[in-house]
């Protein structure tokens, strides 16, 4: 009986999923209001406007495509050269095109008025929804409603409704809605357009739809199916015609419409590509996946979806109390990190699955930026991204082999093979031809690389990832740093490099990139002793493997003992690289009307390479990823010199020098800083979000709450809390994976509570603000700030005397 009415429930519920997309409260959402028929700020929306899961993201365009939108549908790891300099991030073929014919004329700009226009973008749930009234010249008033998503519990899976309402007339109106294959990348000459796909098949039937279309360069082959049909026929006269246009495939109803009624219309879509149906199979793999998606319904799907979001929600959420603006931008960030974490092995581009921009390609940002943000939340999905890494090894070792080197040599830009695809030039249009060096110079990456190797394992404990595939990275890195340093004298050096300011080229011994390769060949000389003590077969036939011999590791540790580092012993300060301090000495005295420096007068980007002014923080990295490797009046010092000379011309920047500023003290600019980084796309700050998402920056907010004004950082095995809140906020909470405990904060201007959950309770060391403590898991601790007291749950006190930890890292 109850099984029974359980069906009976299902099948109403697979005919009327709207309940499941009712929007979440206002702040959940993300409005955008006006239909602007500028091609820059419309195209801003649909960078705004994203959704996605990971494997495939579509843009927030507009379903009938109005003039100046860029619509677009990208799919992880989908590469391709043909007509490029290099491989890029290819548009697929869409599903989402509706247009709306009235008498004859495109409801659409610029041929009918806009009553009113609104998007909606649906944060807790990744639903996108638009509203849009019409008037047509002839006086007539069409009201076009639209809601879709892309499911996260099935990857391939979409789901689109459409609602029409004609206010005041009645008569026709036809309804166009298929699949597109005819699809092309922005060229970089203004109009040019670069075609990747080629047409394989196209089926049609009256409830079915199929395109099919292949990667010039790479085969890959990429299926679109869909079923678009109304929702309630009811009554209604329709004249159904399926047509092809090309590349295109439209299914096309001609409705006769009664005035002020509602007509919907909903859409099932599924993508598929040859990575994961074979080729042979792709047309029947894919239908056979849209007809099961239509027998489960949408409701059931819909529901699934909005599940997972709300446990991703659960765990990821931050909450920010007294200031709403910091607190829709760090979940707006947060949303971006969602629905671009790869649920499948993969990686993360540094415009994410928004655009072509950076030509969709992974580079340092991934590790550096955007990576924690996963490790400290959906350790699973930091797995995948360094599974990228080490899939694309033999690339690397390519790049290696063609720079003359030994090892691995990881490209700052990277697509499928992981072979260096860096762009040649920095422009087609210069008379003379200025090229781009960050390929062969900025190879800092490499250890970049590595340094996200050891973090996830710090974090994680996950032994066999280091053992199955780390170590193998590790070492065949260490290999190609002990080719590439240059013996001098009594120390060793790495010369003409690229740090991260990028301002300065061909430089010698940039401090960022020599301290990151000393711990990097330290770590694996250490790691190979380690597992070298333990007689493990799977390491054993590793070193078989690469011949990898004890004296080869202790080159390693004589390299990192001696490589050059360029510190004042007096002073602490650090030179950025060989001659830095003998460049002319300017700071940033002036700043624009939206707080951005101003170059000094006689300086331009031609010859700023001849000064101190550098592009982002250098120097300062260091500090960030190794917090705990310098003492405060070091970073202090260096933080008060550096901060005045950069120009934070990169997305990277301010994040950087609001984690580290709060890290010394210097809390003067953290909070403008931060908010610079959150709204760095919300309110277009560089001038280009057009182009994609600036993922650096969105990873860093994240970065900039916990590790920043959370303070929280681990050392060894021990938390470390120096939380400070700007005056504002009033609450700040979040919690962390950590091994297999759940770390739980609620920071407030008084005193911070601490709670970790794990399944068993042990003792974990703690240090706040400088004292250490004794905190056991599953219990509830606050901290109080001055005098400094740790109160345990049950009303015990105790003072830093009776809880502190004898064995002080």
């Given at each position: 009986m109850n099984t029974q009415s359980d069906d009976v429930r299902d099948n109403r519920f697979r005919e009327d999923p709207v309940s499941l997309l009712d929007l979440s409260p206002k702040r959940w959402l993300l409005r955008r209001s006006g239909y602007s028929s500028r091609?820059?700020?419309?195209?801003?929306?649909?960078?705004?406007?994203?959704?996605?899961?990971?494997y495939l993201n579509i843009r927030g365009s507009l379903e009938e495509l109005p003039p100046g939108s860029y619509r677009g549908m990208y799919i992880n790891g989908i590469y391709d050269g043909s007509e490029a300099d290099v491989e890029e991030l290819v548009k697929c073929p869409v599903w989402t095109d509706v247009s709306l014919w009235i008498d004859g004329l495109k409801v659409s700009l610029p041929d009918c008025k806009v009553i009113r226009h609104e998007q909606m973008l649906d944060m807790r749930k990744g639903i996108l929804h638009r509203k849009s009234r019409f008037r047509l010249p002839n006086g007539k008033i069409v009201t076009f409603a639209t809601t879709k998503l892309v499911f996260l519990h099935k990857v391939h899976w979409g789901y689109m409704r459409v609602k029409i309402?004609?206010?005041?007339?009645?008569?026709?109106?036809?309804?166009?809605?298929?699949?597109?294959?005819?699809?092309?990348?922005?060229?970089?000459?203004?109009?040019?357009?670069?075609?990747?796909?080629?047409?394989?098949?196209?089926?049609?039937?009256?409830?079915?739809?199929?395109?099919?279309?292949?990667?010039?360069e790479h085969g890959i082959r990429i299926s679109n199916a869909a079923s678009w049909r109304m929702v309630d026929q009811g009554g209604t006269s329709v004249t159904w015609e399926p047509r092809i246009y090309g590349e295109k495939f439209t299914s096309e109803m001609i409705l006769d419409v009664k005035k002020g009624f509602s007509y919907e219309f909903e859409k099932y879509a599924v993508v598929y590509t040859s990575r994961e149906i074979p080729e042979e199979r792709m047309f029947n793999g894919t239908i056979c996946g849209l007809k099961s998606y239509l027998r489960n319904g949408a409701y059931r799907e819909i529901a699934s979806h909005i599940k997972l979001w709300e446990k991703s929600w659960q765990q990821a959420d931050i909450v920010i109390d007294g200031d709403r603006s910091a607190q829709q931008a760090i979940r707006y960030n947060m949303y971006q990190l969602l629905i671009n974490g790869p649920r499948q092995r993969g990686s993360i581009g540094a415009k994410f699955l928004s655009s072509e921009g950076y030509l969709g390609h992974v580079f340092w940002d991934t590790e550096i930026f955007i990576f924690p943000f996963y490790l400290y939340n959906f350790p699973d999905i930091a797995k995948n991204m360094l599974m990228y890494r080490y899939e694309t090894l033999p690339g690397a070792i390519t790049n290696a082999e063609r720079a003359g080197y030994k090892g691995a040599k990881y490209g700052w830009e990277t697509a499928t093979t992981g072979e260096d695809v860096t762009p040649r030039?920095?422009?087609?249009?210069?008379?003379?031809?200025r090229l781009i060096y960050t390929g062969a110079e900025e190879d800092h990456i490499v250890s970049d690389v590595i340094y996200a190797v050891e973090q996830y394992f710090r974090v994680t404990g996950d032994e066999d990832f280091l053992l199955d595939y780390a170590l193998e990275m590790v070492f065949q890195t260490a290999r190609f740093w002990a080719s590439r340093v240059v013996a001098s004298g009594e120390v060793f050096e790495i010369?003409?490099?690229?740090?991260?300011?990028?301002?300065?080229?061909?430089?010698?011994?940039?401090?960022?990139?020599?301290?990151?390769?000393?711990?990097?060949?330290?770590?694996?000389?250490?790691?190979?002793?380690?597992f070298g003590r333990r007689d493990i077969e799977e390491f054993s036939a590793l070193c078989r493997q690469l011949n990898l011999q004890q004296t080869e590791v202790r080159q390693w540790m004589d390299i990192s003992d001696r490589l050059k580092f360029n510190i004042d012993c007096c002073s602490g300060l650090i030179e950025q690289f060989d001659g830095y301090f003998d460049l002319k000495d300017y700071v940033i005295t002036r700043h624009d009307r939206k707080g951005g420096p101003v170059l000094p007068q006689g300086i331009t980007y031609r010859n700023i390479n001849k000064t101190r002014l550098i592009k982002?923080?250098?120097?300062?990295?260091?500090?960030?990823?190794?917090p705990h490797a310098f003492s405060d009046e070091v970073k202090r010092v260096n933080y008060d010199f550096y901060e005045k000379r950069a120009l934070h011309k990169s997305s990277l920047s301010h994040c950087s020098h609001a984690m580290v500023g709060l890290a010394v003290g210097n809390r003067q600019h953290a909070y403008r800083y931060f908010m610079r980084t959150a709204l760095v796309d919300l309110e277009d700050l560089h001038g280009n979000?057009?182009?994609?998402?600036?993922?650096?920056?969105?990873?860093?907010?994240?970065?900039?709450?916990v590790r920043g004004f959370g303070g929280l950082t681990l050392k060894s095995d021990r938390i470390v809390l120096k939380p400070w809140l700007p005056k504002r906020w009033r609450r700040l909470l979040f919690k962390v994976h950590w091994r297999d405990r759940v770390i739980r904060l609620e920071i407030c201007h008084d005193n911070v509570s601490v709670f970790i959950e794990a399944d068993v309770e042990i003792p974990v060391p703690c240090t706040f603000w400088g004292r250490c403590f004794t905190i056991s898991t599953n219990k509830l601790y606050t901290f109080n700030y001055d005098p400094i007291l740790c109160v345990k749950s049950g009303g015990c006190d105790?003072?830093?005397?009776?809880?502190?930890?004898?064995?002080v890292d």
């Open positions: 091609p820059k700020r419309l195209q801003v929306n649909e960078t705004l406007m994203t959704i996605g899961n990971g309402v004609p206010e005041n007339f009645s008569g026709k109106i036809r309804v166009l809605s298929g699949l597109n294959g005819d699809v092309l990348n922005r060229g970089f000459f203004p109009g040019e357009q670069l075609k990747h796909l080629h047409l394989e098949r196209i089926e049609r039937g009256r409830d079915l739809m199929y395109l099919e279309m292949k990667t010039r030039f920095a422009s087609k249009l210069e008379r003379t031809i010369k003409t490099v690229i740090g991260p300011d990028e301002f300065h080229e061909h430089v010698d011994n940039n401090v960022y990139t020599n301290f990151l390769v000393k711990w990097h060949l330290r770590l694996a000389a250490i790691l190979f002793e380690y982002q923080a250098d120097v300062l990295m260091m500090f960030l990823l190794f979000t057009e182009l994609g998402i600036h993922g650096a920056a969105v990873g860093g907010t994240w970065q900039t709450v105790e003072t830093p005397s009776h809880c502190a930890n004898s064995a």
